[in-house]
């Protein structure tokens, strides 16, 4: 009878220990029955080698972790208690941010707290229990430092994401936190990881590529998030690198000996070509459509704003009224509200002008201060003067319109010089003002304008009725 030689049980010995087996006797158990088939193997006639290889190619990977999963689950109470946990939070979690984008997508109410109920869940669930799961089956101190780094990435980005949707302060930040933590070191290290590996199937070129490729990738979708320039670029860059060489790659050495298409490689074509590369697509693409149309509507309200005032400044001097003095003190109260409009423009998108400069000349547009929603919020902070000033500027043109057009007050709408028409007046109290993003204010700002100018052509014509009676 055959029987295997001390190396070659020490290599089935050391094949196992590498699976992260934490329970002795399951460890013990393990490695005597594949050393018994392979000796069955080997006394039909296979090498051993080749024996060894096609023993692990029926396990599979995660053969091993699984049959101590399932041995763990059977006898220990608190596993499985967790392991439950993990799966019904998990489960739980998903549905109600599935249900939450797509309430949030059809304007449903109720979206919101859909969506902080179940990153609640996944924080304060699903990931603690995770984390107390995967320190059971491998209690390794190795692996500790990649479990609590994961956890803690995955905590600040879901937060993050929460944070984001529902406009409160330090979204940003904390996406930005957790994506660095997870392409600064948590990739690094499981790279360095799986090149370690001697029970790799995929060469150490294409782990390594894989890795820069999500780097590329997590690193463009940051620089997205704060929008800062050059994420289209790594955006890019990182799904024609994927498509092109990684997947490929992936496929030729992780199941060229295979017989049948595996689920795993299944799930990997449908998340690529369903998910990751229609997303980027659909992102890039509708970031170029937000500048087209941004850029023309600004382009073509500016010009709307100088016909205005050379419609005015026509009216007053055809109707030979330039030194009245009523018209004088309505312009001076004209200057203050576009004063403060302008003065608010400048804080909350400080190059808009440049950025419609740029886009002009070289058709590329730099949107960070579009979209800056701490700028909005030096504006409608408690506390601040600068709202304030402009509605009182305001309020005291809106009374001198009505004043010297009392005949038209039945006609006139007066809301139409209302500052709370435009913006949430009084700063603090209105949940609203954290979905003001920078673009979305300097537009009403224009249209206020528009509605400045257009008030103050109503009282020329009127002075100007009056005096020809």
Same mark, same amino acid.
């Given at each position: 009878m055959?029987?295997l030689?001390? &190396? ?6 050391a ?5 992260q ?10 490695i005597?029955?594949?050393?018994c088939?392979?000796?069955e ?10 024996a ?9 990977k995660?053969g091993?972790?699984?049959? &101590?999963?399932?041995?763990?689950y059977a006898?220990?109470?608190? /596993?499985r ?17 599935g =249900? *939450?984008?797509? =309430? ?9 707290a ?14 603690p229990a ?7 089956e ?6 500790i430092?990649?479990?609590?780094t +994961?956890?803690?990435a995955s ?10 949707? &529902?406009h ?22 499981s790279?360095?990881? +799986?090149l370690?590996?001697?029970d ?10 894989g ?5 590329? /990738?997590?690193?463009?979708?940051l ?8 994420a289209t ?12 060489f990684?997947? !490929?790659?992936?496929?030729?050495y ?7 298409? %595996?689920p ?10 369903m998910?990751?590369v ?15 149309? =941004?850029?023309k509507t600004? *382009?073509?309200?500016?010009?709307n ?7 005015n ?12 003095q009523?018209l ?9 509200v ?11 998108? !400080? ?12 058709r590329t ?6 979209f800056? /929603?701490h ?6 902070? !408690? ?13 005291? /043109? ?15 709408n007066?809301?139409?010089?209302a ?7 009084? !700063?603090?109290?209105?949940? *609203?003002?954290? *979905?003001?993003?920078p ?11 528009g %509605? ?10 009127n ?7």
């Amino acid at each position: 009878m055959y029987e295997l030689t001390l &190396q070659q049980t020490e290599t089935v010995s050391a094949y196992v220990k590498r699976q992260q087996v934490v329970y002795a006797h399951l460890c013990d158990d393990l490695i005597d029955h594949l050393c018994c088939d392979l000796e069955e193997s080997v006394r039909n006639g296979i090498e051993f080698n080749e024996a060894f290889r096609q023993l692990k190619r029926r396990i599979g990977k995660g053969g091993i972790k699984k049959i &101590q999963e399932d041995t763990l689950y059977a006898v220990d109470y608190k /596993y499985r208690k967790m392991k439950n946990l993990m799966k019904v939070a998990g489960v739980a979690g998903t549905v109600f941010l599935g =249900f *939450s984008t797509i =309430f949030k997508l059809q304007h449903y109410p109720l979206s919101g707290a859909l969506l902080v109920v179940g990153a609640i869940i996944l924080v304060t669930l699903f990931l603690p229990a995770s984390l107390m799961v995967l320190w059971k089956e491998s209690k390794s101190g190795r692996n500790i430092f990649m479990f609590v780094t +994961a956890f803690l990435a995955s905590t600040l980005f879901i937060a993050g994401i929460l944070f984001k949707v &529902q406009h409160w302060t330090g979204g940003s930040m904390l996406l930005a936190v957790g994506l660095l933590i997870a392409l600064i070191i948590l990739l690094p290290v499981s790279m360095v990881r +799986a090149l370690r590996n001697p029970d790799k199937i995929l060469p150490s070129r294409v782990i390594v590529s894989g890795t820069i490729t999500i780097m590329l /990738y997590g690193s463009g979708f940051l620089l997205k998030i704060l929008h800062w320039p050059g994420a289209t670029i790594l955006l890019s860059v990182s799904i024609i690198l994927l498509v092109s060489f990684i997947i !490929p790659a992936t496929f030729y050495y992780r199941w060229k000996d295979d017989d049948h298409v %595996a689920p795993e490689a299944l799930f990997l074509i449908f998340t690529v070509v369903m998910f990751i590369v229609p997303a980027t697509i659909i992102n890039l693409n509708a970031n170029r459509n937000f500048d087209n149309l =941004f850029i023309k509507t600004s *382009s073509l309200n500016d010009r709307n704003i100088e016909l205005r005032l050379l419609r005015n400044n026509l009216l007053v001097s055809n109707a030979g009224l330039s030194d009245y003095q009523g018209l004088t003190d309505l312009e001076s109260a004209k200057a203050k509200v576009i004063s403060s409009i302008n003065r608010i423009e400048n804080i909350v998108a !400080p190059s808009y002008n440049k950025l419609k400069k740029q886009y002009f000349t070289d058709r590329t547009n730099n949107q960070d201060d579009l979209f800056n /929603y701490h700028n909005t919020e030096m504006v409608l902070e !408690p506390g601040s003067d600068i709202l304030a000033t402009l509605e009182r500027n305001l309020s005291e /043109y809106a009374g001198m319109v009505g004043i010297m057009n009392a005949e038209f007050q039945e006609q006139y709408n007066t809301k139409l010089l209302a500052l709370e028409t435009y913006l949430p007046v009084t !700063p603090g109290t209105d949940e *609203s003002r954290y *979905s003001f993003s920078p673009v979305a204010m300097v537009q009403c700002l224009e249209v206020l304008k528009g %509605a400045v100018l257009d008030a103050e052509a109503l009282t020329i014509r009127n002075i100007k009725l009056k005096s020809a009676k």
